[in-house]
């Protein structure tokens, strides 16, 4: 009992810990953190009794422990669904693959409380609950080190760009991005608009900017941060990412609510980069020899 009482305290202090509600704003507070930690609980429960129940050899309630592990794997259809939904109506969507690393984040957040919850029960059954505290703490250390992914700040270097018009046509530095024919829209640009260069450090970082997901990404966090001047019938200041074919470099033009360039390079080096969209060319022999 004092196993799985343990177990039960850690894995919820695990989803709780690995909880973030932030500019984000998912999820959302009060239910959507009612409901992931609802789950975080409920995965702390299946994980801290399967080392009591093995013990006393009861196979059956293991075998409905883990049915009921699979079902965490609805968490993850049911966030991408909720999510796809919302970004309709986004001024400046995330974007699917965005989505579905979130998804993924929040499915697997549930197996890291099982695990927690599991050494924790397995070490108090075995051992007690002294040793069960120290596996306790470790775990919630690890599970906190195990969910931090790299940012673009990490794969590039972030720079301000020099936007300026070329007749219609709209670059930042060397970046071509649209044509716009509105005189009143290029006004609006000239005056408020920022842009920033993204530099890959690699071709890892080439092959990861390329991904239109990525760019997404950035575009969404850039303007959740800064705000963007525009609303649902103003589509030509939709904040863009263009690539630079020739060099792989990335640009980034929007017109933001706040006007500091200062926070927007460093907002757009906080971008997570996504599991989906990350690339590793170097990683292959036939990568580093193109690259040579």
């Known amino acids: 009992m004092q196993a799985a009482f343990a177990g039960v305290i850690f894995g919820t202090l695990t989803r709780y ?20 930690l609802s789950l975080g609980f409920i995965a702390a429960v299946i994980g801290a009794v399967a080392i009591p129940a093995l013990a006393e050899k009861e196979f059956t309630a293991v075998t409905f422990l883990a049915l009921a592990a699979t079902q965490f794997r609805e968490v993850r259809n049911m966030e991408r669904e909720m999510l796809l939904n919302l970004d309709n109506m986004q001024l400046v969507p995330r974007g699917q693959e965005y989505i579905e690393g979130i998804a993924r984040v929040f499915e ?3 197996y890291l409380v099982m695990f927690t919850s599991l050494l924790v029960g397995g070490a108090t059954f075995w051992g007690n609950l002294y040793y069960g505290v120290l596996i306790g703490v470790l775990a919630v250390v690890l599970t906190g080190i195990m969910m931090k992914g790299k940012t673009l700040g990490q794969i590039a270097n972030v720079r301000e760009g020099k936007l300026y018009f070329d007749g219609a046509n709209l670059f930042v530095d060397n970046i071509h991005f649209m044509n716009l024919g509105s005189q009143g829209a290029k006004e609006i640009y000239l005056k408020r608009a920022l842009g920033v260069v993204i530099e890959p450090l690699s071709d890892n970082g080439r092959a ?3 991904n239109n997901g990525q760019r997404m990404a950035i575009a969404h966090d850039a303007a959740a941060l800064l705000g963007v001047y525009r609303d649902v019938d103003t589509a030509e200041f939709m904040p863009i990412v263009r690539r630079h074919l020739d060099t792989g470099r990335a640009g980034l033009v929007i017109v933001p609510i706040e006007q500091d360039m200062e926070y927007l390079i460093e907002a757009v080096k906080r971008v997570p980069v996504l599991e989906s ?16």
């Open 17 to 36: 810990y690995l909880l973030r509600r932030d500019y984000r704003q998912y999820p959302s507070y009060p239910h959507g953190v009612i409901t992931n």
């Open 108 to 110: 697997s957040r549930n």
């Open 208 to 210: 990861t900017l390329a």
């Open 277 to 292: 969209a990350l690339r590793l060319p170097l990683k292959t022999t036939i990568g580093r020899k193109a690259a040579d």
